[in-house]
Nanobody, 117 residues
Framework: QVQVVESGGGLVQPGGSLRLSCAAS????????MGWYRQAPGKERDLVAV???????NYADSVKGRFTISRANAKNTRYLQMNSLKPEDTAVYYC???????????WGQGTQVTVSS
């Protein structure tokens, strides 16, 4: 069993910042990549940012220069630092963990981010 837990969501004013955390635990062999996706009401789930085990990163155009994905000191934990937040960033943010070897994807339950004045 692999557990993926997100935290750090909340309500923030436009221009503000939040940091999301994603932690994977359980019987996971190794991590190929960890990424953040988001889904707004009535829309599909879209990639926000991803980081591989080698440290390569990829971002959606809409968040480049504002969001940063990084590795934490704690094993199997990644952060998403979100700055200069906009109302259109409002969504449920999900963490995806892709296991090394099998490339099986595991998802967390999501954390709500609301950007509003």
């Amino acid at each position: 069993q692999v557990q993926v837990v997100e935290s750090g969501g909340g309500l923030v004013q436009p221009g503000g910042s939040l940091r999301l955390s994603c932690a994977a635990s359980g019987s996971i062999f190794g991590i190929y990549s960890m990424g953040w996706y988001r889904q707004a009401p009535g829309k599909e789930r879209d990639l926000v940012a991803v980081i591989t085990s080698g440290g390569s990163t990829n971002y959606a155009d809409s968040v480049k220069g504002r969001f940063t994905i990084s590795r934490a000191n704690a094993k199997n934990t990644r952060y998403l630092q979100m700055n200069s937040l906009k109302p259109e960033d409002t969504a449920v943010y999900y963490c995806e963990v892709v296991e090394s070897g099998s490339l099986t994807a595991y998802w967390g339950q999501g954390t709500q981010v609301t950007v509003s004045s």
